[in-house]
Every structure is written in structure tokens, then in C-alpha cells.
């Protein structure tokens, strides 16, 4: 059982840490609030690697041989791209599918990136309705490839390119599709009812399980397809998001910081956490 002292402190003073990804010997987050992409290394030493004017927005990189840094940008309602020279360009238009916030992203090992949107305007105060996944081919194109999910949150694709789970945070249940050749999403089903879970960020390890952050249980928790609790981590303060990474894949990074709702964020000293504790099985698949 993993305790609180068995975890480790990476970087704390974050407002709001989103979208953990592990690339290049480093992790990489977004600070909501902050409108910053940071890097960190495993001793703590953190880099501002991007600005970026939005709430959300999530990061993921294309596939060699591009490899290029990808953000959704939900102000900007779309995907764009950070070139050599540290730029950020136009890699895909989204306001023509929806206008709403877009939120995460994940890209598979043939290019595509799938980004959700929750449908509604939480921030904002708005009522609570369905949203979509959009795919973003390779050439810049998007079109919509699934409906009517219940606050699409993380997402993960397997290691064959073969499935996409989606954590639905307000069904309390992870989504699985089958990835057609085209990109395109059928299939759909219910990877694992999680009781009262509330899944956030999402990651699959070697074995086939997924590790999904839970906000208002304060808590990250492994389960396998069909609902088994296999781990549970539990914390002081909401887990928004996970990701596996480190020398050996197997270090499980959480997001975690306090959370009182729409109207509390950003309010006093930044709660947020970089926290990390060894995992039993590596990562694998996207992101």
C-alpha cells in the first residue's frame, strides 16, 4: 500500500496543473492559470517552455518525423503547433465543429489527434450537457467522430492504435472505441464503471490497466477494463491528472492541487503539486 511519505514532491507552487506528459527525460504540464507549458526534470529543475493565452489547454507532440509540441487552445478554439523557433502557429481550426471550450488532447502513433469538448461552458457558470471527441487528421482537417459523452475528460490510446478510452468525469465510467484505418471512432462501449469515481487525466500502463486522476475523491486510482480496483493513491488534495514516465517508464506523475469549485479558482497561494511515487508496471500507448 503506498502511503503518503512513499510520495514524492516534484514541484509544487502551481496553480493548476494540467495535461502531464513525460517527453524527452522530462515532465511537461500546463499551468492553467498561469498560461504556461513548464518542464521538469526528475531533480526538480523546472523550464517555461510555452505561453499560452487560454483556459484550458492541453499539450501533446506529433509522431516523428515532424515531432513537433501540439496545444489545444480553447480560447482560441484551435489546435496549434510550436515551431522550431519557438513560435506558435495554425495546426487545425476548431470553432467550425464547435465553439464551446475544447479541453484534452491525445495524438496516436499515426499522427491523429483526438480533442474533446465538454459541450458547455463550465467556467462560466453554464448547465451541464453532453460533449464530443473531434479528429484532427495529419493534413490539419477535423471533423467529429463521437457524441453525446458526459464531460469527455482524459484520454488514451492503446499501444496498437487500435482503441481510444475516454474518461467521461460526469458519467463516472471510461469510454472505449475502436480506432478505424481512417481515424474514425466505433464501437463504442463501457470500458469500466467506476462506482464513484469522477475520472480526470488518464494514462495505460503495460498491463492494460488505467490510472485516472479524481478531483473531489483526492485520489488516483488504477483499474483494469471491466471496473476492478487494482491501486488506489489516496491525497490531501484533488488529483487532477496522471502520467507515467521516468528512466523506466514507471514512475506514476500526478497533478494535484485544491479545488473549490469554478468560482474558488486561482484564488490564494497556488495549492498545485507535482507529485510522483513508483508505479507496478510501466507506462504504454498515447500520450
Known amino acids: 500500500m503506498i502511503t503518503r511519505s512513499d510520495i514524492h514532491t516534484l514541484r509544487s507552487g502551481i496553480v493548476l496543473g494540467e495535461s502531464p506528459r513525460w517527453h524527452d527525460g522530462r515532465l511537461w504540464f500546463c499551468d492553467w492559470l498561469a498560461g504556461e507549458v513548464v518542464a521538469v526534470d526528475l531533480d526538480g529543475r523546472s523550464e517555461v517552455v510555452a505561453h499560452v493565452e487560454s483556459f484550458p489547454f492541453s499539450i501533446d507532440w506529433l509522431p516523428p518525423p515532424d515531432g513537433r509540441l501540439v496545444i489545444v487552445s480553447a480560447g482560441g478554439r484551435r489546435v496549434v503547433c510550436v515551431d522550431p523557433d519557438g513560435a506558435l502557429i495554425a495546426y487545425a481550426e476548431l470553432a467550425g465543429i464547435s465553439n464551446r471550450p475544447w479541453n484534452e488532447i491525445v495524438v496516436d502513433g499515426r499522427g491523429n489527434a483526438y480533442v474533446n469538448n465538454i459541450g458547455f461552458d463550465m467556467m462560466g457558470g453554464e448547465e451541464a450537457t453532453t460533449g464530443i471527441v473531434a479528429l484532427v487528421t495529419p493534413d490539419g482537417s477535423a471533423r467529429p467522430v463521437a457524441d453525446r459523452l458526459a464531460f469527455p475528460n482524459g484520454m488514451a490510446v492503446t499501444p496498437d492504435n487500435s482503441t481510444l478510452i475516454v474518461a467521461e468525469s460526469y458519467g463516472r465510467r471510461l469510454t472505449a472505441f475502436d480506432i478505424e484505418p481512417a481515424g474514425d471512432l466505433s464501437n463504442r462501449r463501457v470500458w469500466a464503471e467506476l462506482a ?92
Open 196 to 287: 464513484d469515481g469522477a475520472p480526470d487525466g488518464i494514462c495505460i500502463d503495460a498491463e492494460g490497466a488505467i490510472w485516472y486522476g479524481d478531483v473531489p475523491n483526492k485520489r488516483c486510482v488504477r483499474v483494469r477494463e471491466g471496473g476492478e480496483v487494482l491501486q488506489t493513491i489516496q491525497l490531501d488534495r484533488g488529483c487532477f491528472a496522471c502520467m507515467l514516465g521516468g528512466a523506466h517508464g514507471s514512475t506514476l506523475f500526478m497533478m494535484a492541487a485544491e479545488w473549490n469549485g469554478p468560482g474558488g479558482v486561482g484564488d490564494g497561494e497556488p495549492t498545485g503539486q507535482a507529485l510522483c511515487v513508483e508505479a507496478l508496471a510501466p507506462h504504454a500507448g498515447w500520450p
